[in-house]
């Protein structure tokens, strides 16, 4: 009795009904042409409306500032559609990241070291915002965009900080530096074609070494005093300048007036006297006699009078007790 043996099925033949077995039955022409179909749906593209695209062909720019929408482009490796957000806006940070920021990495010291003009070692930390201007240029102008802009924003920092004194970077400068850095930072920028726009230069940190702290500190808070005296001494000034010119204006005023009395006084004085002098030449006796009895009603109602009768007797106790009486009146 014979047994014959059947042959095991082939293990990689498709399964009958499936996708590869039909794949497989279709006519090699009608395979591609599904296939080419289908390369060229996958160049459809939709750029959202916070997004601008750029364009390539072959590795040449064909497109820089596609627009929001949808299109269709060349698929890769033919074409390639490369989307980028250029209102958001991007950040670098100069000295090492803040320790506020989200997942700040440990900073390290020497970054964040810049010299001043008069030698002083300053601990300065920025941030700069910007955001893409130039899509082509963003993408193809350099390997890595941030860390160029770091760079040049760095640069310009350190030479800012270098023309000044360590007392104008800590107080007075700080605005002025900000806008000197970006403006020169954007020039420097531009002339290495990034592609992107500076918004916004901020130094948040200014510090000195720990070493120095406790001297910086005193030395701030003698600048302060030094300031408050010298605010206490002008609206001293202030004060005491108006009203002193005041007083001095005053005894000018009044100056004036008492040489104008005298002057008038004096004047009036010598036309009386000429006038006087013109009548006692005219009529000596007269004008005596005229002028003994006018100076005399002048002086008598002045004096203390006694009358005594040209016969009488005088009584002197009548003027030891006037005497006495005047001099008991306070």
């Known amino acids: 009795m014979h047994q014959h043996a ?5 293990t990689d033949s498709p399964p009958p009904g499936s996708l590869a077995e039909s794949l497989r039955r279709l006519p090699v022409s009608r395979l591609a042409g599904a296939l080419a179909a289908l390369w060229l749906l996958s160049g459809v593209y939709v750029i959202r409306t916070e997004q601008q695209a750029v364009l390539t062909t072959f590795g040449a720019l064909s497109n820089d500032q596609a627009m929001p929408g949808v299109g269709w482009h060349w698929p890769w490796p033919v074409g390639q559609v490369y989307k980028l957000k250029v209102r958001e806006l991007k950040r670098a940070f100069i000295g090492g990241e803040l320790a506020d920021e989200a997942n700040a990495l440990p900073a390290d010291p020497v970054l964040s070291q810049f010299l001043s003009g008069d030698q002083n070692i300053l601990n300065v930390r920025a941030v700069v915002q910007y955001s893409i201007a130039e899509p082509a240029n963003y993408l193809f102008r350099s390997a890595d965009v941030d860390l160029a802009v770091a760079n040049a924003v760095e640069a310009t920092l350190e030479r800012q900080i270098s023309t000044r004194a360590v007392d104008e970077v800590l107080t007075t400068e700080k605005i002025a530096i900000q806008e000197e850095v970006r403006r020169q930072s954007q020039e420097l920028i531009d002339r290495h074609g990034l592609g992107v726009v500076l918004s916004t230069v901020n130094i948040r940190s200014v ?5 120095a702290a406790d001297a910086f ?31 001095a204006q ?4 009044a100056s004036h007036g008492y040489r104008e009395r005298r002057i008038q006084q004096a004047r009036g004085d010598a036309a009386r006297f000429e006038k006087l002098a013109s009548e006692y030449a005219r009529n000596p006796d007269v004008t005596r006699s005229r002028l003994f009895l006018e100076t005399m009603e002048e002086i008598l109602p002045r004096l203390r009078k006694t009358i005594v009768d040209e016969g009488g007797n005088l009584d002197l106790n009548i003027i030891r007790r006037d005497s006495s009486r005047q001099s008991s009146l306070p």
């Open 6 to 10: 059947h042959p095991a099925p082939a």
């Open 207 to 211: 510090t000195p070494p720990a070493e």
């Open 217 to 247: 500190r005193d030395v701030a808070s003698a600048r302060a005093d030094s300031a408050r005296i010298v605010n206490e001494a002008e609206g001293y000034a202030n004060d005491i300048l108006p009203r002193a010119r005041g007083q």
């Open 250 to 253: 005053q005894m000018l005023s």
